[in-house]
């Protein structure tokens, strides 16, 4: 079956760093675009940032300057490197990959961040 699997969540102080991964079979990501969503408890999923198969990237306003995406191509991997987190990313993150086929999602990684 073809999946996502997202990874790298964990617990971490204020002002801390969390670096997640996605990563799929290469007939979902390749020339696709790969995205990371995030939802905290009782809020609905928000879109934090999406890199393209040539590496142009977006950020959401509360991802830019502090978030950063990338990806490598031969590992089929996409990374959310978070620095300077807050409380207020606590939340599950999600990888998304959006094909002709449909929205391909992870089964999401739990990040908290303690104050």
């Known amino acids: 079956q073809e999946r996502l699997v997202d990874s790298g969540g964990g617990l971490v102080e204020a002002g801390g760093s969390l670096n997640l991964s996605c990563v799929g079979p290469?007939?979902?990501?390749?020339?696709?675009?790969m995205g990371w969503f995030r939802q905290a408890p009782g809020k609905q999923r928000e879109w934090v940032a999406t890199?393209?198969?040539?590496?142009?990237?977006d950020y959401a306003d509360i991802a830019r300057g502090r978030f950063t995406i990338s990806r490598d191509n031969a590992k089929n991997t996409a990374y959310l490197q978070m620095n300077s987190l807050k409380p207020e990313d606590t939340g599950v993150y999600y990888c998304?990959?959006?094909?002709?086929?449909?929205?391909?999602w992870g089964q999401g990684t739990q990040v908290t961040v303690a104050s």
């Open positions: 290469a007939s979902i990501i390749e020339r696709n675009a």
């Open positions: 890199i393209t198969s040539g590496g142009s990237k």
């Open positions: 998304r990959v959006p094909t002709i086929r449909g929205n391909y």
